[in-house]
């Protein structure tokens, strides 16, 4: 069992993933997807994704692709009662992946590694983003380009830990997505956006995003693999 951390120093445990999921307009669902574990179906991506796919040149960026948006496709299609392959997925405005308007549903997809984090709403855009800690090499240059004057200055004085970095990160890239932003598109105000950041482990980090307005009066934490 996978425990998650909520800072500052609360624990959540992953549920197992049900087999009929029925999501609530105020409700919120992450799901933790084990990409090692779980397989990887071409026949079930549409000519999007399968252009997409085919653009990998590394095995395993290809595989972690393919199998990441093959569980996207198997879950949503849980929910609304479709075969994965019947699942209509569009690409809009900044390129953030949705269903087509009217959505049925939001969601948000982000990976790391051999971990991906899947969030899912009803009524509201929602992201998600999910980082391992690792090497950042300029993180001070970085940080400076797509940070907030406050995050900037936390992390000045804290002597630049890369933990707090990446936890910023999450929070920042979960605000972009939310709202179909990249990472170095215009900066989305706090205001717009609620986040809520939790860590898998020590050294891997993630934040969910929703739009202002409407705050979940749960969120449930699914592992596909349990």
């Known amino acids: 069992m996978v425990i998650v951390q909520e800072h500052p120093g609360l624990y959540t445990n992953w549920r197992p993933a049900p087999e009929h ?28 994704e ?10 395993d960026a290809r595989r972690q692709f ?10 949503l299609g849980k929910y609304l009662a479709l075969a994965p392959e019947e699942v209509a997925i569009q690409i809009a405005e900044g390129g953030k992946p949705r269903m087509p308007i009217p959505p049925p549903l939001h969601f948000n997809l982000s990976h790391a590694g051999s971990r991906a984090l899947l969030a899912i709403g009803q009524k ?7 980082e391992a800690l690792r090497p950042i090499p300029g993180m001070e240059r970085i940080a400076r380009r797509v ?8 992390l000045a004085e804290c002597g630049w830990p890369a933990q707090l970095f990446f936890e910023t990160w999450s929070r920042m890239e979960a605000r972009q997505k939310c709202l179909g932003r990249g990472v170095f598109g215009d900066a989305v105000e706090e205001s717009r956006v609620q986040t809520r950041d939790f ?17 979940p009066e749960a969120i449930n934490f699914y592992d596909a693999s349990l």
């Open 124 to 130: 509201h855009d929602v992201g998600i983003d999910i």
């Open 66 to 75: 393919c199998t990441s948006h093959t569980a996207l496709r198997g879950i």
């Open 50 to 59: 399968t252009r997409r796919l085919n653009a990998f040149k590394h095995p």
């Open 21 to 48: 999921p029925e999501l609530r307009s105020d409700t919120l669902d992450i799901w933790l997807l084990d990409l090692q574990a779980l397989p990887c179906r071409e026949a079930v991506l549409d000519a999007d």
């Open 147 to 154: 940070f907030s004057s406050p995050e900037i200055e936390q």
């Open 199 to 215: 860590s898998l482990s020590e050294d891997c980090f993630a934040a969910v995003a929703w739009e202002s307005g409407w705050s």
